[in-house]
């Protein structure tokens, strides 16, 4: 069964400290793994995107990392910032149909304290 | 910057009652998406369009229906609202399929909410 797991469900940090968060997937036949992060009461917004052949990619002060014979990818967060408080959602798509599916995970719930 | 608009972002409405949620993009992606999503969980496709005149049904069995006769606009109707229909939904759109690594964009989404 394709599955998206993340860790952890939730995170709570100190301004300008580092983070990182996890994600497993099962999804095969694999095509690309994105990072969205979500505000509270708002859509996703993309943060990377990386295919089969990546294992890194950086948006700013956001990394993420792939393992694609492992199936895992990690998203660093460098010196957070009050404004990374959200929900940071890992998705991974397949290319076993017409379109491909995306296979979403639930989601690490972050909060930055001051 | 998405340019990919939902409307309503916010509704309550009583059961038995039939209610569109608008979606519309003006970047010209021929693919369009909606998702439902209740809070802490993760998003399921309930509905998804090739383009003008194609739309299919997603992976989440949903009462909704939805119609593509423009590019840009893409609809979602509920003929007869109930409680179990509340929950947030998504619009998404992509120049290409998922497949291809290109960006999907998100709407702001709609909180529906039935009584």
């Known amino acids: 069964k394709n599955q998206v797991e993340q860790s952890p469900q939730s995170l709570i940090i100190l301004e300008g400290k580092n983070c990182t968060l996890q994600c497993n997937y099962t999804v095969s036949p694999f095509s690309n793994l994105r990072w969205y992060k979500q505000d509270t009461g708002r859509g996703p917004v993309s943060l990377t995107i990386?295919?089969?052949?990546?294992n890194t990619k950086s948006n700013g002060r956001y990394t993420a990392t792939l393992d694609a014979d492992t199936k895992q990818s990690s998203l660093h967060i460098t010196a957070s910032q009050l404004s990374d408080s959200a929900s940071y959602i890992c998705?991974?798509?397949?290319?076993?149909?017409?379109?491909?599916?995306?296979?979403f995970g639930r989601g690490t719930q972050l909060t930055v304290w001051p | 910057e998405a340019d990919i608009y939902q409307t309503p972002r916010y509704l309550v409405i009583g059961t038995g009652k039939k209610i569109t949620l608008e979606c519309s993009q003006t970047m010209g992606h021929d693919k369009m998406y909606w998702y439902q999503q209740d809070p802490g969980m993760e998003l399921h496709l309930i509905h998804y369009?090739?383009?003008?005149?194609?739309?299919e049904k997603g992976d989440l069995s949903s009462e909704s229906t939805v119609s593509r006769i423009r590019t840009e606009h893409f609809p979602l109707t509920l003929e007869s609202a109930r409680p179990s229909h509340t929950s947030q939904y998504l619009c998404?759109?992509?120049?290409?399929?998922?497949?291809?690594?290109?960006?999907?964009?998100f709407g702001e989404g709609s909180w529906l909410t039935v009584v």
């Open positions: 998404a759109s992509s120049e290409y399929g998922v497949y291809s690594g290109n960006t999907i964009y």
């Open positions: 990386m295919t089969f052949s990546e």
């Open positions: 998705v991974v798509s397949d290319r076993g149909s017409t379109l491909g599916r995306l296979y």
């Open positions: 369009s090739y383009g003008v005149n194609s739309t």
